[in-house]
């Protein structure tokens, strides 16, 4: 996974910067690299495509067991869809752990978290309780999904085939913890929960419902 710090354009495929940062997330852990501009986006009517560097594979082979194969919707998705292999029926607040007749092996050094779908969230407040779910590389057995319906009125049903979370695949980095007497200092020191703040910086031109709290 990639993404671009800097990335200035003016107008339909004028470049203004000749070069770009880039941050790339990859087994040796998050690192920054300064690019050529057009080694990184190239302008294509009004879209830009961006191509990154990158030191992971696009695809990396999984073996897998599944009643159905986890599928992505769209090309560039990072989740993988995991349907439901038993029908349940969620009432309001309530909680149900969701066969996906899906068992993978993933190579050592890879991680998949099973995640929420964002259109039943929305739409019929349903999310998944220990989001996001750990396979860990050495587990061989079922996923299966903790689906809530946080939903105060309104019971939810799930058939054997709906769509019920997505698998994301990503390289992981494990840690060698070293025990010290202290920690090293920093800007932000122990300050925790709410130490930000809640609001972003109030302006004079918002409307009143445009302010409120920004997490």
């Known amino acids: 996974m990639t993404r671009a710090v800097e990335t200035n354009t003016q107008g339909v495929g004028q470049i203004r910067s000749r070069y770009s940062v880039v941050s790339v997330v990859g087994p040796s852990g998050l690192f920054s690299v300064m690019a050529p501009f057009d080694q990184t986006l190239r302008s294509s009517d009004s ?37 439901a292999a038993v029908a349940v029926q969620l009432a309001p607040g309530e909680r149900a752990t969701v066969a996906t007749g899906v068992a993978i092996a993933l190579p050592d ?26 396979v860990d590389a050495g587990y061989r057995g079922e996923i299966s999904v903790t689906l809530l319906n946080t939903d105060s009125s309104v019971p939810y049903s799930v058939a054997v085939g709906d769509r019920i979370a997505q698998l994301v695949i990503m390289p992981v980095t494990r840690a060698r913890f070293i025990p010290v007497a202290t920690l090293p ?6 300050s925790g929960f709410g130490s930000t ?19």
């Open 47 to 83: 879209a830009g495509v961006l191509h990154y560097p990158r030191d992971v594979a696009e695809t990396v082979e999984v073996l897998i067991v599944a009643d159905r194969m986890p599928a992505y919707s769209h090309p560039g998705d990072a989740g993988a869809d995991l349907t």
């Open 109 to 134: 050094g890879y991680v998949a978290f099973v995640v929420p779908r964002s259109g039943l969230a929305a739409r019929h407040g349903i999310t998944i309780v220990n989001s996001p779910g750990t």
């Open 185 to 190: 200092g920093s800007q932000r020191g122990e």
């Open 197 to 215: 703040g809640y609001t972003t910086i109030e302006s004079e031109s918002l409307h009143d419902d445009q302010k409120g709290e920004f997490l």
